[in-house]
């Protein structure tokens, strides 16, 4: 993979939730739109667990394919970059030129597992880092899903006068046990692969891909849904007319997930995948504020809408209830959505009408509100 265009070495050492400093932090970002005389008008999107800063355009420059999100960004679309001010880095720990274990050391080596294990508050910390050196003291909107949705949660939470509006999507405020468990499954998957080699496969110049492929299927199994599942593929056998009694993907389901397997293992690093599924597994909003998830949001003056989707089983709709419910008690301007679809976690990625207008329309109405034009 090429280098990213954009890296900020930020300016100054990076306290860390597990103890200890990370000095000389790059932070690999985008940028989209104009940012207005007021620098009122900035938005910052959080990416999900495996995608990147490449939001929209036409093509990802580095892996070659298509941006996550360019039905939601861009010139005339949802979040309008001939209005808004769009930022996205990737995170801390990541393989996209942010600092992370593929890094290399002070001595020129890849950090492997001497990086520090990270948190979402850690990435958070980053981020705002970035958006203060870019000359930005108040966000118009943090918006992201997944695990970018833990994001807005925290930035909320640790930063309640930086943030405007925030639209933490298909997220929770802690993960739950089973989904610990799929991301446990999934880094022993990648540390039983014999490449793996203790996390210094880089230097031995090889990658776990076998591991890191089945991790990959396990965690891709939990974006979708049954009946998503059903339709897409149902029982239906890939290029054969008969079962061949054996073990080769006689199910294009079977087909299907190694593709997805085969090629997340070109374009992510196996130790990223470690360290951000296990910042993932540490969060828990309400832990610092006493136990008491309200508490997190008490000092919030900003808008929020908070959306989750029927059939995500991921991250299911009682776990954006339960956010909804805190923000009530906490006093925030909150609006809440659930959006009916059998896409099950993955819809806030696709193509989802009634989601995209509710977005807007939040979008839209809070811009008027703050004057952005």
């Known amino acids: 993979m090429s280098a990213p265009a954009r890296i900020m070495r930020l300016p100054a050492p990076l306290p860390l939730d597990g103890g200890g400093v990370l000095d000389g932090v790059d932070v690999a970002y985008e940028t989209w739109g104009t940012l207005d005389a007021r620098r009122g008008n900035a938005v910052l999107v959080c990416h999900a667990l495996t995608l990147d800063q490449y939001v929209t355009g036409e093509i990802n420059p580095v892996t070659g394919r298509p941006t996550w999100w360019p039905q939601v960004v861009g010139p005339g679309r949802i979040i309008d970059t001939n209005r808004y001010f769009v930022i996205c880095s990737n995170v801390l720990g990541g393989c996209m030129g942010t600092s992370g274990p593929a890094s290399l050391d002070p001595d020129g080596r890849p950090w492997g597992l001497r990086f520090p ?129 054996g073990f080769e993907a006689d199910f294009q389901i079977e087909s299907y997930l190694r593709h997805q397997g085969s090629s997340f293992v070109d374009r992510f690093d196996a130790n990223s995948y470690l360290y951000i599924t296990r910042a993932m597994d540490y969060f828990d909003l309400a832990a610092a504020h006493g136990g008491h998830l309200a508490a997190a949001f008490a000092r919030f003056r900003g808008r929020a809408c908070v959306v989750s989707f029927s059939s995500d089983w991921h991250y299911p709709p009682a776990d954006s209830r339960t956010i909804t419910r805190a923000m009530i008690a906490a006093g925030v301007e909150v609006s809440s959505l659930e959006i009916e679809t059998d896409k099950g976690h993955d819809a806030f990625l696709l193509d989802e009408p009634d989601f995209h207008a509710a977005l807007d329309g939040f979008l839209a109405a809070a811009a008027r509100e703050r004057g952005i034009a």
Not at 168 to 182: E, K
Not at 194 to 206: C, M, N, Q, T
């Open 117 to 245: 294990v990270i948190t979402i508050a850690d990435m958070v910390r980053a981020q705002a880092m970035l958006v203060e050196a870019l000359g930005i003291e108040t966000l118009f909107a943090v918006i992201g899903g997944s695990m970018g949705g833990m994001q807005v949660l925290e930035w909320i939470a640790s930063r309640p006068d930086q943030v405007a509006c925030a639209l933490p999507l298909a997220t929770a405020a802690r993960h739950s046990a089973q989904n610990i468990a799929f991301h446990e499954v999934g880094r022993q998957a990648v540390m039983a692969d014999v490449d793996w080699r203790g996390g210094a496969y880089l230097e031995a110049g090889i990658r776990p891909a076998k591991g890191l492929a089945v991790a990959r299927m396990a965690a891709h199994i939990t974006y979708l849904s049954d009946s998503a599942l059903q339709r897409k593929f149902g029982r239906s056998l890939q290029d054969r007319v008969a079962p061949t009694f």
